[in-house]
């Protein structure tokens, strides 16, 4: 049976991912809310369903399976703990924007809370849910890449100084809004690819043409990572500071002892180079022949459908809550990362250890491994 959903928060996101629940077999789109009432009527009407102005009055007439969290706020993150922990003391399941908080101990204790109340809590982190990533990581479990060695990635937006305006709201021109509202995603890849990352060195900074109109976002992000596996990786973000080069707005390239592959455009392409093999040494310059694949999509939208479909595959099968796909746990472990990046910065680069995850317990009546 269809799973009930509400959405909370009816910007673009939470319209986008309405489309997504009314478009999937899996799911039954039932009503919408917003605290601002025009946003609410609005939502509704395109979408066909009931209109609520608070998520109190839609979790008290309305039978749902899961509440969609599409709020946004301070640094894109400061409105997702309250409907989300107001969702799950419902007893509804939750999937929440990322970044889960901009607050890391508010995202600690939502996950806390979603674990204790044996509820599943997915975060958007829609990035991996590609074809490009799909191919990649099958490469990695066929053992086509080996040992990890590197992942190198670089993600931000395009743009340069013509074409920069500052942003004045308070709730973006803050100097970690970058970090925290966006490094989620390619974090996420990183981890979903290589494993928890150990060790994080960061150096931050603005170009002059921000500094100029007394920008406070720290809009350049490089960070050096090392993973629970040893293999090192590297992460450049840019907030539309320069126009991304090779790869485009988000390319990484994840490298191990058995071959290397690259994501060019999340969504659209994956080349996967195999490692020279004996007798076959490659002189400088040769370059072994890849395998290519060219989805033909360039739109990123493309993954909202498929990580929307995913979360409700999970509740429909009922799986182990430590086996949900993207869940609130992997979301904090993102956060955790960009905290480290920001303690590595504000002590110079000094390497920071991320804190620990919580623990995951396992359920004993779950019989699946
Ligand atoms: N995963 C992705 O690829 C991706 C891309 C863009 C944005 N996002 C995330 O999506 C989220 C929403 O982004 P947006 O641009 O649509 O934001 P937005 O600010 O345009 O919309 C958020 C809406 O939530 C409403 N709202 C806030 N608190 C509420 C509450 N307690 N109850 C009901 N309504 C409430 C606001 O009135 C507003 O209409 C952000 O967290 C952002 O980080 C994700």
Redesign the pocket.
């Known amino acids: 049976m269809a799973l009930k959903v509400g959405v909370?928060?009816?910007?673009?996101?939470?319209n986008t991912h309405a489309e997504c629940y009314k478009k999937d077999p899996l799911a039954e789109l039932v009503a919408v809310?917003?605290?601002?009432k025009e946003?609410a009527d609005a939502a509704a009407e395109r979408h066909g369903v009931k209109a609520y102005y608070?998520?109190k009055d839609m979790l008290a007439n309305e039978e749902l399976d899961i509440v969609d969290v599409?709020?946004?706020?301070y640094e894109?993150?400061s409105?997702?703990f309250?409907?989300t922990m107001e969702a799950l003391d419902a007893g509804k399941h939750v999937l929440c924007?990322?970044?889960l908080s901009n607050d890391i101990n508010e995202a600690r204790e939502m996950v806390r809370f979603a674990a204790e109340k044996k509820l599943y809590l997915g975060c958007?982190l829609?990035?991996y849910f590609t074809l490009t990533a799909e191919r990649a990581k099958k490469y990695i479990d066929d053992g086509m890449v080996g040992e990890l060695i590197y992942c190198l990635f670089k993600m931000g937006f395009h743009g340069g100084e013509e074409t920069y305006s500052l942003n004045k709201s308070p709730r973006f021109n803050q100097p970690y809004a970058h970090m925290k509202?966006f490094l989620t995603?390619p974090f996420s890849v990183m981890r979903y690819f290589c494993g928890d990352i150990r060790d994080v060195q960061a150096f931050a900074t603005k170009p002059g043409f921000r500094k100029n109109k007394g920008d406070l976002l720290l809009s350049i992000n490089s960070i050096h990572v090392r993973f629970v596996n040893d293999a090192v990786g590297y992460l450049l973000s840019h907030r539309g500071d320069a126009v991304w080069g090779l790869g485009g707005w988000w390319s990484v390239e994840v490298a191990g002892s058995k071959g290397t592959f690259c994501i060019e455009n999340c969504v659209e392409k994956l080349t996967y180079w195999p490692a020279p093999k004996p007798g076959k040494s490659l002189g400088i310059g040769e370059e072994q022949e890849p395998e290519v694949l060219n989805t033909g999509i360039k739109d990123f939208g493309a993954?909202?459908p498929s990580r929307i479909h995913a979360f409700l595959e999970d509740v429909t099968n009922g799986v182990p809550h430590e086996h949900l796909r993207a869940s609130g746990r992997d979301a904090l472990a993102t956060l955790e990362y960009i905290w480290a990046a920001i303690e590595s910065y504000e002590n110079d680069g000094a390497v920071v250890r991320p804190a620990p995850l919580p623990p995951i317990h396992g359920d004993p009546k779950v019989e699946r491994i």
């Open positions: 909370v928060g009816m910007g673009g996101i939470g809310c917003d605290v601002v946003k608070s998520l599409s709020t946004g706020g894109n993150g409105w997702h309250e409907p924007e990322k970044p958007n829609n990035h509202a995603h993954t909202f």
